[in-house]
C-alpha cells in the first residue's frame, strides 16, 4: 500500500500536553497530529494541527470537572467533528491519562467511532500515580477496561514504574515529565519502523494484524551493539520495569523489528524467532522484520510490540 496515513490523536489533559511535548519529530508528510478535548485551554496549550473541543454546547469549553459521563456526552456531541477529522486515516495511536474524565468517557467512545470506521487503534495511557488516591485509581482500571471493549490494544504507561525507574530522589517536575520522554521514545520507534515497513518480511499490514489482538499490549525498544546476542537483547527489553509489570509472556501476537547495520549477524537474527517463541508461549502469531541501515553512524536498535494480553 501506498504510504500509510497515521494520526497520532491527544485525548484530555495528559493527551493533549503529550502532543505538545511531542513537538514537531512526527512531523512527517504522513502523520498527522489531533488534539480532543472538553477544555479549550488544554487544546489551546496542545500545538496539535487538528483541535476537536469536544462538546461546547455541553461543557463551555471549560472541561468536564473528572465528570466521565460529561466527557462521553461532549465526544458524541462532535461526533461529526471527530469522524471529519479522522476519516480517511489507517491508523491511530492514541494518548490519554486515566483517572478523570476523558480517559473513562472520552477516549472509549472515540474508540468505538474508530471502530466503526474499521480503522486499528494502538492506544498509549497513563495510570495515575499512587498519590492520587484510590477513586482515580478505580476511575482508571474502569477506562482501561472500556477502551478495551471497544476492540483496540492498550499500553498502559503506569506513572508510578516510571517515577521509579528514576530512582530516589527526583523531583516531582521530573516525576510528571517522564512519561512524556517515555511516549516520546516509543512513538519515534514506532514511526520509524512504520516508515521502514516493507523492506524485509513485514508490511503495514502486518503490524495492523498484531494490533488488532484486542487486550492489553507492550512495546520494548532498545540500542544494540553489533557485539549483543540476540537472547541478550530480548532479556534485557523484557526486564524493562515497564514491560516487566505486565504479563508479557500471555501475548497472543508478537511483532520484533531489528534495525540493524550490516555488521549484524544472519545467525542473529534467525535466532530472535526460536527464543521468542520460547519466552511467549502463548504467542499464535510471531512476526520478525529486518532493515538494514546503510547509515553505519547509527546504532542498531531492535523494537518489540506484544498485542493480546488478557486484563485482569
Ligand atoms: N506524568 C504525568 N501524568 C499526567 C500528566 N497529566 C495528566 N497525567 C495523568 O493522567 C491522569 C488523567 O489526567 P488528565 O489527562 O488531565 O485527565 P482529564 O481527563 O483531562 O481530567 P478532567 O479534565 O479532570 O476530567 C492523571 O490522573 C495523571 O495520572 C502529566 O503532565 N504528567
Ligand atoms: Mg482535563
Redesign the pocket.
Given at each position: 500500500m501506498a504510504e500509510a496515513k497515521i494520526v497520532i490523536l491527544g485525548v484530555?489533559?495528559?493527551?493533549c500536553?503529550a502532543l505538545e511535548h511531542l513537538g514537531q519529530f512526527v512531523l512527517q508528510g504522513n502523520v498527522r497530529t489531533v488534539a480532543a478535548?472538553t477544555?479549550a485551554a488544554?487544546l489551546q496549550a496542545a500545538s496539535a494541527e487538528h483541535r476537536v473541543l469536544l462538546g461546547f454546547e455541553l461543557a463551555g469549553g471549560e472541561?468536564?470537572?473528572?465528570n466521565s459521563d460529561q466527557?462521553r456526552e461532549a465526544t458524541m456531541l462532535s461526533k461529526q467533528n471527530l469522524l471529519e477529522t479522522l476519516a480517511d486515516t489507517d491508523l491511530v495511536l492514541m494518548i490519554?491519562?486515566?483517572?478523570?474524565?476523558?480517559?473513562l468517557g472520552a477516549a472509549p467512545a472515540i474508540a468505538t467511532m474508530l471502530a466503526e470506521l474499521k480503522i486499528p487503534v494502538l492506544a498509549f495511557v497513563?495510570t495515575?500515580?499512587n498519590f492520587?488516591g484510590k477513586r482515580?485509581n478505580q476511575l482508571s482500571e474502569q477506562g482501561i477496561a472500556a477502551l478495551l471493549q471497544t476492540g483496540c490494544a492498550v499500553v498502559v504507561l503506569p506513572?508510578d514504574q516510571l517515577s521509579a525507574a528514576l530512582g530516589a530522589g527526583f523531583s516531582l517536575q521530573q516525576?510528571?515529565s517522564?512519561?512524556h520522554q517515555v511516549l516520546y521514545q516509543l512513538l519515534c520507534a514506532l514511526l520509524e519502523m512504520l516508515s521502514e515497513l516493507g523492506l524485509i518480511n513485514l508490511d503495514f499490514n502486518d503490524f495492523v494484524q498484531v494490533i488488532s489482538h484486542n487486550g492489553l499490549a507492550v512495546v520494548g525498544i532498545a540500542d544494540i551493539a553489533a557485539e549483543d546476542s540476540i537472547p541478550m537483547i530480548l532479556q534485557r527489553l523484557l526486564n524493562n520495569p515497564l514491560i516487566k509489570c505486565q504479563s508479557v509472556h500471555s501475548a497472543q501476537a508478537v511483532l520484533l523489528h531489528l534495525a540493524a547495520d550490516n555488521r549484524f549477524k544472519l545467525e542473529q537474527f534467525e535466532a530472535t524467532g526460536s527464543y521468542l517463541a520460547q519466552q511467549i508461549p502463548s504467542a499464535n502469531l510471531i512476526l520478525q522484520g529486518l532493515t538494514l541501515r546503510s547509515d553505519s553512524a547509527r546504532r542498531s536498535s531492535v523494537l518489540l510490540l506484544a498485542c493480546g494480553i488478557r486484563h485482569h
Open positions: 484530555g489533559g495528559l493527551g500536553a478535548s477544555s488544554e472541561g468536564c470537572g473528572g466527557a490519554a491519562g486515566m483517572g478523570g474524565g476523558h480517559g497513563a495515575p500515580f492520587e482515580r506513572n516525576a510528571f517522564a512519561i
